[in-house]
Nanobody, 121 residues
Framework: VRLVESGGGLVQAGGSLRLSCAASGSRITMGTMAWYRQRPGEQREWVASAQSGSTRRNYAESVQGRFTVSTDNAMNTMYLQMDSLQPEDTAVYFC???????????????WGQGTQVTVSS
């Protein structure tokens, strides 16, 4: 299953961006989708996640109250609304998803290619 992120860009501190992550394939059952980010020179870190069949959303403490993760009803597309952005949010943002691909009858654990978010001060 292929994941494609979009929506990154350059924004001033205090601004907002909305990222999207679209999953390919029409016969998939999504389990969990999540956003990660990797700041320059640092390891990739978890940002937020959403689970199929649950309205609960989980956030890293660093983005709690500023970022909102959501999905479409089929959970084939995930969004990350990022508000009150700060320079320390500058990173490459990746989406990841795990689930079942009914075309191959196999589970999948996929990552997108990443999208750059740059926040200027």
């Amino acid at each position: 299953v292929r994941l494609v992120e979009s929506g990154g860009g350059l924004v001033q501190a205090g601004g907002s961006l909305r990222l999207s992550c679209a999953a390919s394939g029409s016969r998939i059952t999504m389990g969990t989708m999540a956003w990660y980010r990797q700041r320059p020179g640092e390891q990739r870190e978890w940002v937020a996640s959403a689970q199929s069949g649950s309205t609960r959303r989980n956030y890293a403490e660093s983005v709690q109250g500023r970022f909102t993760v959501s999905t479409d009803n089929a959970m084939n597309t995930m969004y990350l609304q990022m508000d009150s952005l700060q320079p320390e949010d500058t990173a490459v943002y990746f989406c990841t998803a795990v689930g079942v691909d009914h075309t191959t009858t196999r589970t999948f654990d996929s990552w997108g290619q990443g999208t750059q978010v740059t926040v200027s001060s």
